[in-house]
T-cell receptor
C-alpha cells in the first residue's frame, strides 16, 4: 500500500502559533493532497501538489513535497481556533484508466484560544 | 449546485439485512468513489468508478456492490450487513484526469447490530 502516514497523530497549539504536519508515503505518486475534516463532517479539499512540484501556497497554508524522501509537510501559519480539525494527506496514483486516492489516518489539530 | 449528496444520514441495520446507500452529484464529474472511515483507520477506498458503466474495486470491497448507470448516481449496496460494516461512509466525486480534487458528501453513519 502507498497509504500516506501522517505525523504527529495529534497536535495541540495556541492560537497564533504555526502548525506543521508531516506525511510520508511508500511508492511513486502523481500528486499528494491535503484535506481537512471538522468533527462529524465530510472532508474538504485544501491543496494539491503534483509530483513535479516542490512547494505550493494557498492563503495561510504552505505545502512542500520531497519525492526523494517520499514525504510532504503542511504548514498552517498564524493558526486560529477555527483551524481545529483533523487533517489528512492523500496520495494520488493513476495508471491506464485507473486512478486511486489513498488516505492516511490523519492528524488531529487542536488550536487553543 | 448541491454538490455531492448522500442519503440516508443515519441508518441502523440488523445483521443479515441489505440496504443501499445513495450518492448523487450534480457537477458532471466522471469519477466517483466510496470510502469508509473507522476510528484510527483513516479513510479506506471501497469501490470507485471512472465513468458510467465502469466500476472497479478499492482497498476493502468485500461485502459491497456498486453500479454506475448514470454519471450522476453511484449507489453502494450492502448485500448482507455485518457488525464489521458499522462505519461512516463517504461518497466523493472529481473531474477525472483534469483535476484530482475530491468533493465529499456529508457522510452516512451506519450501525449494524
Amino acid at each position: 500500500s502507498q497509504q500516506g502516514e501522517e505525523d504527529p497523530q495529534a497536535l495541540s497549539i495556541q492560537e497564533g502559533e504555526n502548525a506543521t504536519m508531516n506525511c510520508s508515503y511508500k511508492t511513486s505518486i502523481n500528486n499528494l493532497q491535503w484535506y481537512r475534516q471538522n468533527s462529524g463532517r465530510g472532508l474538504v479539499h485544501l491543496i494539491l501538489i503534483r509530483s513535479n512540484e516542490r512547494e505550493k501556497h494557498s492563503g495561510r497554508l504552505r505545502v512542500t513535497l520531497d519525492t526523494s524522501k517520499k514525504s510532504s509537510s503542511l504548514l498552517i501559519t498564524a493558526s486560529r481556533a477555527a483551524d481545529t480539525a483533523s487533517y489528512f494527506c492523500a496520495v494520488g496514483k493513476s495508471g491506464g484508466s485507473n486512478y486511486k486516492l489513498t488516505f492516511g489516518k490523519g492528524t488531529l489539530l487542536t488550536v487553543n484560544p | 449546485n448541491a454538490g455531492v449528496t448522500q442519503t440516508p444520514k443515519f441508518q441502523v441495520l440488523k445483521t443479515g439485512q441489505s440496504m443501499t446507500l445513495q450518492c448523487a452529484q450534480d457537477m458532471n464529474h466522471e469519477y466517483m468513489s466510496w470510502y469508509r472511515q473507522d476510528p484510527g483507520m483513516g479513510l479506506r477506498l471501497i469501490h470507485y468508478s471512472v465513468g458510467a458503466g465502469i466500476t472497479d474495486q478499492g482497498e476493502v470491497p468485500n461485502g459491497y456492490n456498486v453500479s454506475r448507470s448514470t454519471t450522476e448516481d453511484f449507489p453502494l449496496r450492502l448485500l448482507s450487513a455485518a457488525p464489521s460494516q458499522t462505519s461512516v461512509y463517504f461518497c466523493a466525486s472529481s473531474l477525472w484526469r483534469s483535476a484530482e480534487t475530491q468533493y465529499f458528501g456529508p457522510g452516512t453513519r451506519l450501525l449494524v447490530l
